[in-house]
């Protein structure tokens, strides 16, 4: 069966400090992959998506993530994040034979000043 | 455009009890999905919708769970009778079609169940 794992299950930074969050899948075959944010009291969000192209991905509010197909990985990163990036981070992937979007146990990252 | 409008936010019931959530998608999306999300895992797809036909129920626990989706547009999902491992939030979410990954959840039910 579909899997993801997300490696880092707690992730505390200062502000301006890089981000990098692992994921990795588990799927030979051809994936669309996403990153969703949580942020407090909050529904879940679209960061960024990779359908095909190039596997360097640019989201919302500075995030990118880059495939890496012979590593199964989804890598989301941010140069420097602020206060406001403390929220809870889904990788999820969508296989072409489930047709259905399968979650990571997330990330829960927390930014101080 | 409206959101994914999901009621009730909170609820708390004893175990053995009954409860029910429901979910309005975005007008005009045709798959509708509930997902179950237990504290420090992922969401997990517990039923899939396409208009008011299921598409996809196999995580379903169907000794307890039932989902609906008349006139395909709003669904109920009811839990008869609960138990403690169903503590959980439970989200929708509406995509305009299956295999259009555009989702777009709701805020979610926190259900606690004591």
């Known amino acids: 069966a579909q899997s993801v794992s997300q490696h880092n299950h707690h992730v505390i930074l200062s502000e301006a400090a890089s981000l990098e969050l692992g994921c990795n899948y588990s799927?030979?075959?051809?994936?669309?992959l996403f990153w969703y944010v949580q942020y407090p009291g909050q529904h879940l969000q679209l960061l960024l998506k990779?359908?095909?192209?190039?596997?360097l991905v640019k989201g919302i509010k500075g995030f990118e993530a880059e495939f890496i197909k012979s590593k199964f990985s989804f890598n989301l990163r941010k140069p420097s994040v602020q206060w406001s990036d403390t929220a809870e981070y889904f990788c999820?992937?969508?296989?072409?034979?489930?047709?259905?979007?399968?979650f990571g146990t997330g990330t829960r990252l927390q930014v101080f000043p | 455009e409206a959101g994914v409008a999901q009621s009730p936010r909170y609820k708390i019931i004893e175990k053995r009890q009954s409860v029910a959530f429901w979910c309005n998608p975005i007008?005009?999306?045709?798959?509708l999905y509930w997902y179950q999300q237990i504290l420090g895992q992922g969401p997990k797809l517990l039923i899939q919708?396409?208009?008011?036909?299921?598409?996809?129920d196999s995580q379903l626990p169907k000794d307890r769970f039932s989902a609906e989706r008349l006139k395909g547009v709003d669904s109920t999902l009811k839990i008869q009778p609960a138990k403690l491992e169903d503590s959980a939030v439970y989200l929708c979410?509406?995509?305009?079609?299956?295999?259009?990954?555009?989702?777009?959840f709701g805020s979610g039910t926190r259900l606690t169940v004591v």
């Open positions: 999820a992937v969508i296989t072409y034979n489930t047709d259905k979007l399968i």
């Open positions: 007008s005009g999306h045709a798959t």
């Open positions: 979410a509406s995509s305009l079609e299956s295999g259009d990954y555009g989702y777009t």
């Open positions: 919708f396409q208009n008011n036909g299921v598409v996809d």
């Open positions: 990779y359908f095909s192209g190039d596997p």
């Open positions: 799927y030979g075959g051809t994936v669309n």
